[in-house]
């Protein structure tokens, strides 16, 4: 069995509102609903969830269809397409430098930019759209390894406390472990490392993917 510290945001507490951190069952939070919308946070009322929208979650709500890879044919993005940056000299179309001289990343329509560039607009608030098809992009690395880590805390301590097992998981909790992969994934494919460790700490123990050492 793993250490404790071995497990990702296995320091949160177990299911909670996000905004007022008051645990299920509480006199102050006697149910916990999930956001509609992206399901990886939950709420003990529709006021810590404006709240909680107003203060950061906002920037983060992105819905599970938006966090998986996606090919668009309307945009002229063919079925299996090779990302761009498999072709020799391409350039970052924000920077016009070439890809090869600066760590880059793929977005959900297979452009590829230089990893500082997409972080760069977000700084300046443009919108959070492809530069070249205005695909919708994905958060930044760190909110969604971080909301990734408090959805996992949550099935942990569930199973921690004998309510679940990581071999018989409810629907419901599939589907949560299934946006817990999609998180680290995303975040890791940004380059994040901490999200890189918790994808390789799901694929150790075949948590929401099948096992594998490699």
């Not at 668009?72 to 397409?81: E, R």
């Not at 090869?100 to 930019?113: G, K, R």
């Not at 994808?199 to 948590?207: A, D, E, I, M, S």
Request: aromatic letters at 4%.
């Amino acid at each position: 069995m793993a250490d404790k510290k071995d497990e990702p945001g296995a320091a949160l507490n177990a299911r909670a509102c996000s905004n007022c951190l008051a645990p299920e069952g509480s006199a102050n939070a006697p149910k916990i609903s999930a956001c509609a919308r992206c399901s990886l946070v939950a709420y003990c009322s529709k006021d810590c969830q404006r709240a909680h929208w107003k203060a950061s979650h906002k920037q983060c709500c992105i819905a599970k269809a938006d966090r998986m890879p996606r090919q668009h044919h309307s945009l002229g993005v063919p079925k299996n397409a090779t990302p761009m940056a498999a072709v020799a000299g391409e350039e970052c179309s924000i920077c016009l430098d070439r890809l090869s001289n600066a760590p880059a990343i793929t977005l959900q329509c297979t452009h590829v930019f230089h990893a500082a560039c997409v972080s760069q607009l977000r700084t300046f608030g443009v919108k959070q759209t492809c530069p070249l098809c205005r695909t919708l992009l994905s958060p930044g690395p760190e909110s969604l390894n971080d909301e990734a880590a408090r959805r996992y805390a949550v099935l942990h301590q569930l199973v921690a406390r004998g309510t679940e097992s990581w071999s018989a998981l409810t629907a419901e909790s599939k589907r949560d472990l299934d946006a817990v992969v999609d998180g680290f994934r995303a975040a890791a494919e940004q380059g994040s490392a901490e999200a890189q460790r918790n994808l390789g700490f799901l694929y150790k123990n075949g948590r929401g993917v099948a096992q594998s050492d490699e």
